[in-house]
């Protein structure tokens, strides 16, 4: 048995949950990005006390670390720090693209095709990576500027499912029978299979070098 707290604010959607041997016992979700980081402190001592267990029972903490949000993602990784560094607990880190690929391959079950997440980085890039029905890298996470001739090697190949919200601009982009396109639901669900996975396996991030996986550095203009 291992109960396991799961953190991902690295999108407009943040969720955290608490999950015993992959099942979901509780999940709160934050639809507000700007709020995501006064929500989750509340919401992981809601979480515990509804479960009917203390911090002290949790095995491990799993966080999506990146791509995405630059705020979020630093916003989820020091409370999932923060809970290991106090409860001498394992820090599982995993990539958002991979949550997000995992997601879709449970609503699919289509083998055949290949899954590729999009992350809005603004104007026409996107954070995006494709993956098999496995979650084998077919694409490894990148940076990448939509043309109409993005993603052409792998759709001469085979017919790829885009989504996320880097995908509508795509979509009005990409003209090809082989694009597909659909809208990714029960993320939670999909970060709590990944995350029990990477424990039984102990695939642990370090602690004190663990950091966000942002693809591109963070300038800012101030």
């Known amino acids: 048995m291992a109960f396991i707290i799961n953190i991902d604010t690295a999108t407009e959607t943040a969720h955290v949950s608490i999950t015993e041997d992959g099942k979901i016992l509780n999940c709160l979700i934050n639809d507000v990005q700007k709020d995501h980081a ?38 989820g ?70 043309d109409e001739n993005a993603y052409h090697s792998y759709l001469r190949k085979s017919k790829i499912v885009f989504f996320g919200n880097g995908m509508p601009k795509w979509r009005t982009t990409i003209q090809s029978d082989h694009a597909l396109f659909t809208e990714i639901i029960n993320l939670p669900a999909a970060l709590a299979a990944l995350s029990h996975e990477y424990f039984q396996k102990k695939e642990f991030a370090d602690l004190a070098y663990a950091e966000p996986f942002y693809i591109k550095e963070f300038i800012s203009n101030v």
């Open 77 to 146: 990784m020091a409370s999932a720090k923060g809970l290991c560094y106090a409860l001498n607990k394992p820090l599982i880190a995993i990539s958002t693209l991979k949550v997000m690929a995992k997601a879709a391959v449970n609503q699919s079950g289509d083998s055949s095709v290949l899954f590729c997440p999009m992350i809005d980085a603004r104007r026409m890039e996107v954070f995006t990576a494709i993956y098999k029905n496995d979650l084998t890298e077919v694409l490894p996470p990148c940076a990448l500027v939509l």
């Open 38 to 75: 006064a929500f989750l402190q509340p919401a992981l001592e809601e979480l515990i006390k509804n479960a009917g267990i203390g911090f002290s029972d949790i095995d491990a903490v799993a966080f999506t670390a990146g791509p995405g949000s630059y705020t979020g993602l630093r916003v």
